[in-house]
């Protein structure tokens, strides 16, 4: 199906989710049941699953369903393969993922019905419409690749016209002027790279006067991000969380977010295997509840994230995350025991404004470094604040080192990773 066609495929899904999404909690709950047991029955037509699974999958025994590693997806990409011949025109996308492990998804048009209208509730909670003037900031194969796969397909369609799309790995000035020149209205991007839009507008006193909103996506927005777009534009950072497998949840004008309950169902669970309790941080497992092809089942997406049993104040019954925490491989892992999120120490080092770009990168359990860019050497002063802001915001002694460098590159997605962690292991 043709990305206009699968777009207004989507409308009804799309209306009806408006109206899911203020169900109370009991038709909800059975709404994700019956979604659920559809999938399960989908998976026990897979080879790959009918081999892993000790028992036949059900509802009732959902939670005992073993895990789904993504080092797991390639042998379940093949065994859905095999099941059609060889010239069958399926279609699929790809992601290498932060963590850099290759992995192959195939959907069928339930699926993408249901993203796109999970993600056309998401934008038009803000008043955004495809006519208005955007600029979207996208990774480089959804321009440069001649692919086939659904987004790619979504952005270079005639449905588009009154967006801007831009390169997330171009130079930043050229962005930086692109933006200007257009003056958005909304303006959709990775957080890394608003921060550096932000301060090149604090640099050069230019503004963005027609902006209502700013979209971020890809990366975890941390709270110091969200103070500067207020101080810089005036305006909110309305963030989602979205992958290539799903679009998994949304935050709302209330500032809550909400996960697409009706497209994917999402556990946060903890090292031993069990749901965390409220305020916990925990691995997100993520089943897909609309993609009978490739169903996903108890997938580990490699993020982990804050667990809250909330209610938002906007009226939508939609089960909530507290907020994200980060991939797995940006998580510290300190001498007690405690995972750490690094997003308080990123907030930390943007207080430095000698420092240009950094990357934190914990090298055991007790000690970290810190790469940066920067026009000069960092100062003692500013080198011993930053040592005693890490013990007090890790809670533990721990030891930090510096290392000036000229630059620090993006992932080849257009990501930019602040933190990374060493120390293997949860």
Not at 89 to 99: C, E, I, N, P
Not at 123 to 144: N, Q
Not at 312 to 334: D, K
Request: glycine residues 6%; contains cysteine.
């Amino acid at each position: 199906m043709s990305a206009i066609g699968s777009v207004l495929s989507a409308g009804p899904h799309y209306m009806r989710r408006l109206r899911s999404q203020y169900w109370d909690s009991d038709r909800l709950h059975r709404h994700v049941q019956t979604k659920l047991a559809r999938t399960l029955a989908a998976a026990t037509r897979i080879p790959f699953y009918t081999t892993h699974y000790s028992r036949a999958a059900s509802v009732e025994s959902f939670s005992q369903l073993p895990i789904l590693k993504r080092s797991d997806v390639h042998e379940l990409f093949a065994s859905v393969r095999s099941m059609y011949p060889g010239a069958t025109d399926l279609m699929h996308d790809s992601s290498s993922g932060s963590t850099g492990m290759p992995a192959e998804f195939l959907f069928d048009n339930s699926h993408q019905r249901g993203r796109f209208a999970s993600r056309a509730r998401y934008l038009r909670a803000y008043g955004w419409h495809p006519l208005r003037r955007t600029v979207w900031l996208v990774g480089d194969r959804f321009i440069l690749d001649v692919g086939d796969e659904p987004d790619t397909q979504l952005v270079r369609s005639k449905l588009m016209r009154g967006i801007t799309f831009i390169r997330v790995s171009s130079n930043l000035e050229e962005q930086f002027e692109q933006i200007v020149k257009v003056d958005p209205v909304y303006l959709y991007s990775f957080p890394s790279v608003l921060d550096g839009l932000l301060a090149m507008l604090q640099r050069t006193d230019r503004q963005l006067r027609s902006l209502k909103c700013i979209f971020t996506g890809a990366e975890v927005v941390d709270d110091s991000l969200r103070e500067r777009a207020r101080r810089v534009l005036g305006v909110e950072i309305a963030d989602n969380y979205g992958s290539t497998e799903a679009f998994l949840a949304w935050q709302c004008p209330a500032g809550s977010y909400h996960i697409n309950a009706e497209h994917v169902l999402v556990e946060i669970l903890g090292t031993d295997g069990g749901p965390v309790a409220p305020g916990e941080i925990g691995r997100v497992i993520v089943t897909t509840l609309e993609n009978r092809l490739m169903p996903l089942i108890r997938y580990e997406i490699g993020d982990w994230a804050y667990a809250t049993n909330a209610q938002c104040r906007c009226g939508r019954t939609l089960p909530l995350i507290e907020r994200l925490a980060g991939r797995e491989m940006s998580l510290f892992r300190l001498a007690d025991g405690r995972l750490a999120s690094p997003y308080e120490l990123i907030g930390l080092m943007k207080k430095r404004p000698e420092i240009l770009q950094f990357q934190i990168v914990q090298k055991s359990l007790d000690s970290y470094l810190v790469r940066h860019v920067s026009r000069d050497p960092l100062d003692p002063d500013a080198e011993s604040w930053i040592r005693v802001k890490f013990n007090e915001i890790l809670r533990s002694s721990v030891k930090v080192s510096f290392e000036r460098v000229a630059s620090i590159d993006r992932l080849p997605n257009g990501k930019f990773i602040p933190a990374i962690s060493e120390v293997t292991g949860c």
